[in-house]
Nanobody, 112 residues
Framework: QVQLVESGGGLVQAGGSLRLSCAAS????????MAWYRQAPGKQRELVAT???????NYAGSVKGRFTISRDNAKNTVYLQMNSLKPEDTAVYYC??????WGQGTQVTVSS
């Protein structure tokens, strides 16, 4: 088990940027894959991006080219840089260390 705490959410205008952080209470190096998910009101939670220990990344089609996931194993932190934000990116963003380690989420609201 590992405790995950997200931060960095907020209100931003369309076209703006935010950087989310996910700080872990213990080593994340043992987790081969770390992920960011999001859940918009009335919708199912969806996978946004993943990153492996070796730095291989994968993105949902809706965010590819705009979001960048990264990890700092020494700081036990995973980041999500979000650029060119759109109103449809509005959601609660969650960090995940598979399979069952979740943070409490951070709200991202993008105004048009």
């Amino acid at each position: 088990q590992v405790q995950l705490v997200e931060s960095g959410g907020g209100l931003v205008q369309a076209g703006g940027s935010l950087r989310l952080s996910c700080a872990a209470s213990g080593s994340i190096f043992r987790f081969y894959l770390m992920a960011w998910y999001r859940q918009a009101p009335g919708k199912q939670r969806e996978l946004v991006a993943t990153i492996t220990t070796t730095g291989t990344t994968n993105y949902a089609g809706s965010v590819k080219g705009r979001f960048t996931i990264s990890r700092d194993n020494a700081k036990n932190t995973v980041y999500l840089q979000m650029n060119s934000l759109k109103p449809e990116d509005t959601a609660v963003y969650y960090c995940n260390a598979p399979p069952t380690n979740w943070g409490q989420g951070t709200q991202v609201t993008v105004s048009s």
